[in-house]
């Protein structure tokens, strides 16, 4: 019986003692009869040869976003592509689904947990934020703290959801990812909008609105993303930056914030929040330092997402409708960052002009203003949305 040694050895190597605990029943040729005992039936190129033979269909995850990335590839080769070929090999091939175990692997082959999820899904990408997490600043000074996969991060408010224990495949189900959708449940599928909130009695609101434009109560914003260049690695000693996934480069940002985000209209016209994806600027060092170009501006585009921090309370009326800045229409009288004379290409990172949304667009400045009159109708709610807020105050002060 020697030779099963081998045999059992390839399942432990390949799929981890997790994943035999979890299919106790089977024998380990039923993973491993296609191509011999050392083929990886959860890799991605194993299709329907692996783990998709049981589970059918879910090979179609790798055709789709997680697996192809293709709206990522798309923008590096239209901005930093230009100047390095070989740019996303360097610096953004190390979240690519290379098989089934990337999710699967610490869970004993069931659901992922949200940790799970968060290996990729961290930094300034989608779900990082979900715990409360947000990116600190680049600088090696401000990596202090506790760390999660080698990532140290500010403290937030977490979504209300992950408080209350829901995790990532609660609305993002294995069957909606491999079909290439980005969920399985939105908001009302499981909340009925309550009429006893203002908001909620305002139709405009319930129609042209996603419910995370106002439950959304922070977002990680990155302004101003920079890519350093160096041919001399002695070149890094002058800076003091948290070393990336390439040798050959180092990336910061001109500002993070993480408050309210700005708001736009996404790819179904509703409004929504938006964000940088990314307002991208190259440096090769070695140029620079030669009198060469520095901080070439390469795209400035937004993206319309949802970020996951809802919470059941809402922004004043004022946070929307009185103020430009959220939609980009930042008056020259609140403008507190002087971007010209930094020579980053653009007046200011909250005005629309030279910028564009990927998924969708920013909100026209007619519709804007038509939204910002303060009619009968607006007055009134408004009015009682604050005489509700202070009955609230009252009530809560009580001992």
Request: aromatic share 14%; hydrophobic share 40%.
């Given at each position: 019986m020697r030779?099963?040694?081998?045999?059992?050895?390839?399942?432990?190597?390949?799929?981890?003692?997790n994943a035999i605990a979890a299919h106790p029943i089977m024998e380990c040729a039923s993973c491993h009869r296609q191509g011999g005992i050392a083929s990886d039936p959860a890799s991605r190129y194993s299709r329907k040869n692996g783990c998709a033979s049981c589970h059918k269909g879910y090979e179609r995850v790798f055709d789709h976003a997680m697996g192809q990335r293709t709206g990522e590839r798309q923008f590096v080769q239209r901005s930093y592509g230009r100047f390095d070929s070989d740019f996303w090999g360097k610096n953004c091939s190390s979240c690519h689904l290379k098989g089934c175990l990337d999710c699967h692997s610490d869970s004993a082959l069931s659901k992922p947990t949200v940790a799970a999820c968060q290996r990729c899904h961290n930094g300034y990408y989608t779900g990082w934020e979900y715990a409360g997490r947000a990116p600190r600043e680049d600088n090696m000074r401000y990596q202090r703290g506790f760390a999660i996969n080698g990532e140290t991060f500010l403290k937030m408010l977490p979504d209300v959801h992950y408080s209350l224990g829901m995790t990532c495949g609660a609305c993002h189900s294995m069957s909606s990812l491999a079909e290439g959708k980005k969920f399985s449940k939105g908001c009302r599928d499981c909340h009925k909008p309550s009429q006893k909130i203002i908001e909620h009695r305002i139709q405009a609101h319930m129609q042209r609105m996603e419910c995370y434009a106002c439950h959304s109560a922070w977002a990680p914003q990155e302004y101003g993303t920079f890519f350093?260049?160096?041919?001399?690695?002695?070149?890094?000693?002058?800076?003091?930056l948290k070393p990336?996934?390439?040798?050959?480069?180092?990336?910061?940002?001109?500002?993070?914030k993480q408050d309210a985000p700005p708001l736009g209209i996404n790819a179904s016209g509703?409004?929504?929040p938006i964000r940088p994806m990314f307002i991208a600027y190259y440096t090769d060092i070695m140029q620079a330092r030669n009198n060469g170009p520095e901080n070439t501006l390469l795209a400035s585009e937004w993206r319309?997402?949802?970020?996951?921090?809802?919470?059941?309370?809402s922004v004043i009326c004022e946070g929307c409708h009185d103020n430009p800045t959220r939609f980009l229409f930042e008056p020259h009288s609140r403008q507190i960052y002087?971007?010209?004379k930094d020579g980053m290409g653009v007046e200011s990172f909250w005005l629309q002009k030279g910028q564009r949304v990927s998924n969708g667009s920013f909100m026209d400045e007619a519709r804007y203003l038509q939204m910002s009159r303060k009619t009968p109708a607006y007055t009134k709610a408004y009015v009682e949305k604050w005489k509700n807020i202070l009955k609230h105050g009252e009530h809560s002060s009580r001992p």
């Open positions: 030779w099963m040694i081998p045999v059992i050895v390839a399942c432990y190597l390949a799929i981890g003692h350093l260049r160096f041919r001399d690695q002695k070149q890094k000693e002058d800076f003091d990336g996934q390439s040798a050959e480069y180092l990336r910061s940002a001109y500002l993070k509703k409004i929504s319309a997402y949802f970020p996951h921090t809802v919470q059941r309370g002087d971007l010209n």
